[in-house]
């Protein structure tokens, strides 16, 4: 029903920048709208973070983590969800995912359908 691809990853050195593109597949183009989005991030030894989510009337929320760091915005004509990742920290290494759902999550894990992953590494 809904497919989520995430691209954009790769290594960076400390206060580095990237991009991370998220394309959804969705049943028809009249549903996307429909969708809440959102990223997380999984780093080794860590609970799956949400960091940052964008429902479907405009409300973002940030993870207190990463706000004033990172944006989250969509392409509705591309069906496609960003990541706009800037003054990298170490800390931010992880493997990145975009989720969707048809409920408002927010920022929980409860979101029914994921992405692949694509990963984040900043190094110092």
């Known amino acids: 029903q809904v497919q989520l691809v995430e691209s954009g990853g790769g290594s960076v050195q400390v206060g580095g920048s990237l991009r991370l593109s998220c394309v959804v597949t969705?049943?028809?183009?009249?549903?996307?709208?429909?969708?809440?989005m959102g990223w997380f991030r999984q780093a080794p030894g860590k609970e799956r973070e949400g960091v940052a989510a964008?429902?479907?009337?405009?409300?973002?929320m940030y993870a207190n983590s990463v706000k004033g760091r990172f944006t989250i915005s969509q392409d509705n004509a591309k069906k496609t969800l960003y990541l706009q990742m800037d003054s990298l920290k170490p800390e931010d290494t992880a493997k990145y995912y975009c989720?969707?759902?048809?409920?408002?999550?927010?920022?929980?894990?409860?979101?029914?359908?994921w992405g692949q992953g694509t990963q984040v590494t900043v190094s110092s």
């Open positions: 989720a969707a759902d048809r409920d408002d999550y927010g920022l929980g894990p409860q979101y029914a359908y």
């Open positions: 969705v049943a028809s183009p009249s549903t996307y709208s429909s969708y809440y």
């Open positions: 964008m429902n479907r009337f405009g409300r973002i």
